[in-house]
């Protein structure tokens, strides 16, 4: 006997009516009215079901600690990173990793199952590192999560910085972070990503850099990053986080530059909803938008993938993981509303996540692991639309959170009726 079916499900490629068998966690088979039984069945007739969303950018060491010590007044990164350096004083380890466990309730809730999250090392106890690290075991059975030691201060700016982040690799961390543009000088942020990259080659590590989150159409350290990544053979596993000069530099030198990413196989990750909310903030009128070029470098075929980034933190006082959430807004932002371009926003935060952070068994497929998320919504565009509720959200063959479809129940006086807000197309 199977564990689990999914009936008459809806796929993200358009096929409908689709039943999904799971067996021992991994899909055990895919196809229409599969003549098997299981233990449990799910009845998904009109829903979309998906394989789960990925948060490739996150600051799990930050969230959920709005208002400590204070509210960041202006609202501008600025600020955000000087309140960020007051909270620091204050951190255990303990409160970390009880903040970055409930975000992972809530991303649970939401459907997200991988995250990527930068962990800052600007810390000679490294408390966060330590926090992180236990989290990261204790929630492998829910979330796949990935750590990036981060350089807040910058990898040569705070000194101690280039000790701390090697420690941490030696710790456990998966990835190499960096922060090029908050470095002193052009010089020395070129020179810490040649250290960087070079770190990870000798480590076989990954990377992923807070890269160019500037207004600053000169800030090109994106071609540093390409160079280094092309000239260690890193192809395939460097990661420009942000990117948002790229907004603002010149048409014909993004011509060059775009080819080149290409060729070195660098992923991209945008951040909606803090690239409009914090860039284009000297601008008065017209202002930027400051989210890179998502459309360009997708059609260029290079792997774009979408992170949440911050949540309830210094930086932004909104969100509740919502990964459709993130992909609604980089759609408008973007002008992404094209028929296949609706299904590349789609992809940001969910396959293009899960090639970036290297996932394996990620799919629908059979063989790949049975996780998947059942949504209220019937199709990708959908799920965009009405950032609808996660019905049934399943980890290895288990149905690990639950949320009841929500309808409203609308009462006239001569006729009571209920609302999805689902579009049937009848006139
Ligand atoms: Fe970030």
Not at 16 to 32: C, L, Q, S
Not at 111 to 133: F, K, M, N, P, Q
Not at 294 to 319: Q, R, T
Request: glycine share 8%; hydrophobic share 40%; aromatic share 6%.
């Amino acid at each position: 006997m199977l564990e689990l079916i999914v009936r008459n499900a809806n796929l993200p490629d358009g096929r409908k009516g689709i039943d999904i068998a799971v067996e021992n966690g991994r899909i055990a088979a895919v196809g229409p009215r599969l003549p098997m039984q299981a233990n449990r069945e799910i009845d998904a007739t009109g829903y979309l079901a998906t394989p789960p969303f990925v948060d490739s950018h996150f600051h799990l060491d930050s969230t959920l600690s709005y208002g400590r010590p204070r509210v960041n007044e202006s609202g501008t990164l600025l600020e955000g990173i000087q309140v960020w350096g007051e909270l620091k004083a204050h951190l255990t380890a303990e409160n970390i990793k009880a903040r970055a466990e409930e975000l992972c309730g809530w991303a649970i809730a939401r459907g997200t199952l991988a995250i990527r999250s930068h962990v800052d090392v600007s810390d000679e106890r490294l408390l966060a590192v330590r926090a992180l690290l236990e989290l990261r075991e204790e929630i492998k059975p829910y979330i796949d999560l990935q750590l990036v030691a981060f350089p807040q201060d910058g990898y040569f700016r705070h000194g101690p910085n280039a000790a701390n982040l090697e420690r941490a690799l030696d710790m456990g961390v998966d990835v190499v972070g960096g922060i090029p543009h908050f470095e002193r000088t052009r010089e020395e942020g070129a020179a810490s990503i040649k250290a960087l990259c070079e770190l990870a080659a000798e480590r076989n590590l990954r990377v992923d850099m807070h890269c160019d989150e500037s207004d600053d159409p000169s800030s090109r350290y994106i071609e540093t990053l390409t160079y280094h990544t092309q000239r260690l053979g890193l192809h395939g596993r460097v990661t420009g986080s942000h990117l948002t000069s790229m907004h603002s530099m010149d048409n014909y030198y993004v011509s060059k530059l775009i080819p080149l990413m290409a060729e070195a196989q660098m992923h991209v990750v945008a951040n909606p909803l803090i690239n409009i909310t914090l860039q284009g903030r000297h601008d008065t009128y017209p202002k930027r938008r400051g989210m890179t070029r998502v459309k360009e470098l997708m059609d260029a075929g290079i792997n774009v993938a979408f992170g949440h980034d911050a949540l309830m933190d210094p930086w932004y006082s909104f969100g509740s993981h919502d990964m459709l959430e993130v992909a609604h807004m980089g759609l408008h932002v973007a002008q992404m509303t094209g028929v296949h371009q609706m299904k590349q926003i789609f992809a940001a935060v969910t396959a293009n996540g899960a090639k970036m952070l290297g996932l394996e068994g990620y799919g629908l497929e059979p063989g790949c692991h049975a996780d998947l998320v059942v949504l209220q919504a019937g199709s990708p565009q959908e799920a965009l639309r009405l950032k609808p509720a996660r019905l049934f959200v399943i980890r290895r063959g288990t149905v690990i959170a639950q949320t009841p479809p929500v309808v409203s129940r609308v009462e006239l006086a001569d006729k009571t009726f209920d609302v999805d807000f689902r579009f049937n197309g009848k006139t």
